[in-house]
C-alpha cells in the first residue's frame, strides 16, 4: 500500500504548519480560510461555522500504477477546458523546515549537499506537475521553492519526494513542515535573503547562500524565468536591507554565535585563555577564527584536509595565532583542547562517545567539562557525545539562547526591513503580473497573421500565375504584412507593461482581457494545454 501524507495547506495568501487530518480511506490535505487554522483546532475553538474547506487527496507512490494515473491526472488537467486549473496561472510554492519547525536530529536527515543540488533540481522538475525549481539547503533550513501547474498535486509530489530522499516516514516529516504559495512564498523567500528568518538576525552568509542557489540552479537548469527573477530580486530585497538598515551590527553569523556561545558557557576569568580547536577551515569555519580573534583569543588549532586553505586564513586574519593540524592528528588535537569547534561537510559524526571518554579531562579552571560546539549539518558531534561525564556538546539549535540576548532590538530591526522588502515584493508580483500579457501579444499576432495569410492566397489566385511575378509575388507579401503590422501596433502598445506602475499595469490587464473576449483567443486554456502536453510526453518517455 502507498504511503499517504496528511498536510495542513494554505490558500488565498494564509499559510500553516502541516498537520494530519486521516480518514479511514486515506488522508486528504486541508486548510481552513478563517485563520488558517487546522480544521481540528478551528472546530475546537468554537470557529468552523464559515470557514471555507477544500480537499486534496495526497498519495505517495512510484508504482506503475500511480505513474499511470499521474498521466491520466495530467490528460484529465488538459482536457477540462472549465476546470479552475484554466483559470490560475501557474502557483510558487516554498514547501520546508528550518530551525524554527524542526529540530536539527531531522534536519540533517533532510540536508541536500550542494553538490547534489542539480540532481535534486532535475528529479523534482521531473515530477509530473513541477515545471521549475531550486533547492536552497544550509544548516538551519532545507527549503524546496517550485513553480506548479497545480498546487495541491505540486504539494503531494514535493511531499512525496522529501520522504523518499530522506527516508523519514510522512507521518513524522508532516509535523514539521511548512507550506507558503504564491505571495507568502515570495515574502518568505525575501525574509530569508535579508537575514529576517535567521537563527541570527542579520547573518550575512545566507545571503551568500542564495546567491549560490541561482549559480548552481541556471547551471542545472531548473530556474525557469520565475524562480529566477524571484531569487534574483530576493537578492537585490537581502543588498538593500543591509546597506540602508543596520540589521547586519552586532553578532549576524552562525560562527560568531557559537563563539559567543562557547564564551558563555567558560567561566569568565578563564574564557579567553581557553585552548580551542577548530575542526574544518571552510567559510563557517573561517569566521569562527575571525571571532576568535575579536573577542581577545590568542591562539587556536585548526585541523584541515589541505594546509592551503588554513595557510590563506592565517594571511588573512591576523592578531592570533593559528596553527595546522593535519586529519589523522585530530584526536591528538582534541586532547590537548578546552573547546572544540566542528564546522565540517562529513556525512558521518567525526567524535562519537567512546572518542569523548577516551580523551584526558579538562581543568577544573574552564569548568571541568570539554566543550563540543557543533556548527554543521548533518552534526560533526554525536548526540551520544553528551552522554560522557567529561563533555557537554553544543549545536546549531542551542544557538537561540545567544540570539534572545537581544530580542527587542532584533524586532525593531526586523520592522525597518519589511518595509524594504514590501517593496521588492510589489516589484516581483508586478512583473510576474506583467507576465500575463506574453501570451495574448503571441495568439493575437498568430491569429491577425492567419488571416493575412488565407486573404493573401485568395488575392493571389485572382491576379493569376501569369501576371505574378516573384516582385509582384513581394510587393503584395509586403503590403499584407505592413497593413497587419500597423494595424496591431496600437492594440500591442497597450498590452505591453513592465510592471513598474500599478496603473498602468491594471490598464493593461483589462486591455488583455477585452482583447481575449474580442478576439475569443482563450489564451488561459491554450497555456495550460502547452504545459500539459510537455509534461505528458515527458512521462510517457
Not at 508532516?174 to 535567521?198: C, N, P, W
Not at 488571416?451 to 509582384?472: P, S, Y
Amino acid at each position: 500500500m502507498a504511503p499517504f501524507l496528511p498536510a495542513m495547506a494554505a490558500v488565498s495568501g494564509l499559510s500553516a504548519p502541516l498537520a494530519a487530518i486521516s480518514s479511514v480511506q486515506g488522508v486528504r490535505i486541508s486548510w481552513s480560510r478563517k485563520g488558517a487554522l487546522p480544521i481540528c483546532m478551528a472546530a475546537a475553538a468554537g470557529h468552523e461555522s464559515g470557514n471555507s474547506v477544500a480537499t486534496a487527496e495526497v498519495e505517495v507512490s512510484s508504482s506503475p500504477a500511480s505513474r499511470a494515473s499521474s498521466i491520466s491526472a495530467l490528460e484529465q488537467l488538459k482536457t477540462s477546458a472549465g476546470d479552475r486549473y484554466t483559470k490560475e496561472r501557474s502557483s510558487i510554492m516554498v514547501i520546508g523546515l528550518s530551525v524554527h519547525t524542526a529540530p536539527v536530529e531531522m534536519r540533517e536527515k533532510l540536508a541536500v549537499p550542494e553538490a547534489q543540488w542539480p540532481r535534486a533540481i532535475q528529479e523534482l522538475c521531473d515530477l509530473h506537475h513541477i515545471e521549475e525549481a531550486a533547492v536552497l539547503s544550509t544548516c538551519n533550513r532545507m527549503e524546496i521553492y517550485v513553480v506548479a501547474l497545480s498546487w495541491h498535486r505540486g504539494i503531494r509530489e514535493v511531499i512525496g519526494w522529501m520522504s523518499k530522499a530522506s527516508g523519514i516516514p510522512p507521518s513524522e516529516l508532516q509535523k514539521h513542515l511548512f507550506m507558503l504559495r504564491d505571495g507568502d512564498a515570495t515574502r518568505h523567500l525575501f525574509e530569508v535573503s535579508a537575514g529576517l528568518d535567521s537563527l541570527v538576525l542579520g547573518e550575512g552568509q545566507i545571503l551568500a547562500q542564495v546567491k549560490q542557489v541561482v549559480r548552481v540552479g541556471q547551471e542545472a537548469g531548473g530556474l525557469g524565468k520565475n524562480i529566477d527573477r524571484m531569487f534574483k530580486d530576493a537578492i537585490t530585497a537581502g543588498k538593500r536591507v543591509r546597506s540602508e538598515t543596520n540589521i547586519s551590527s552586532g553578532a549576524v553569523s552562525v560562527s560568531s554565535a557559537a563563539v559567543e556561545l562557547a564564551l558563555m558557557k567558560l567561566p569568565r576569568a578563564h574564557a579567553l585563555s581557553a585552548r580551542m580547536l577548530l575542526i574544518g577551515a571552510g567559510k563557517m569555519g573561517k569566521l569562527v577564527i575571525k571571532h576568535l580573534a575579536s573577542k581577545g583569543c590568542t591562539r587556536v588549532v585548526v585541523v584541515n584536509r589541505s594546509e592551503e586553505r588554513v595557510a590563506a586564513i592565517r594571511e588573512e586574519i591576523k592578531g592570533i595565532e593559528i596553527v595546522y593540524r593535519t586529519l589523522p592528528e585530530m584526536l591528538a588535537a582534541a586532547a590537548e583542547a578546552d573547546v572544540i569547534f566542528t564546522s565540517t561537510a562529513s556525512e558521518t559524526p567525526l567524535f562519537l562517545r567512546e572518542h569523548a571518554e577516551a580523551l584526558p579531562a579538562v581543568s577544573e579552571a574552564v569548568g571541568g567539562r570539554r566543550l563540543f560546539v557543533d556548527i554543521s549539518v548533518p552534526r560533526n558531534v554525536g548526540a551520544c557525545v553528551d552522554a560522557a561525564e567529561t563533555a557537554k556538546v553544543y549545536n546549531v539549535d542551542d544557538l537561540k539562547e545567544v540570539v534572545a540576548a537581544n530580542k527587542e532590538d532584533r524586532l525593531r530591526k526586523a520592522m525597518e526591513a519589511q518595509a524594504i522588502i514590501s517593496e521588492e515584493m510589489r516589484r516581483f508580483e508586478a512583473w510576474r503580473d506583467s507576465l500575463e500579457t506574453v501570451p495574448t501579444i503571441k495568439k493575437l499576432r498568430s491569429y491577425a497573421d492567419r488571416i493575412r495569410v488565407a486573404e493573401l492566397e485568395k488575392c493571389l489566385q485572382k491576379i493569376g500565375d501569369e501576371a505574378l511575378t516573384k516582385k509582384v509575388r513581394k510587393a503584395v507579401d509586403d503590403l499584407s504584412t505592413g497593413i497587419v503590422n500597423k494595424l496591431l501596433h496600437g492594440p500591442l502598445q497597450h498590452l505591453r507593461c513592465d510592471g513598474s506602475d500599478s496603473r498602468s499595469l491594471d490598464e493593461t490587464l483589462d486591455n488583455m482581457h477585452a482583447l481575449n473576449r474580442m478576439f475569443s483567443l482563450d489564451t488561459d486554456k491554450s497555456i495550460l494545454e502547452q504545459k500539459i502536453k510537455a509534461k505528458v510526453d515527458k512521462a510517457q518517455r
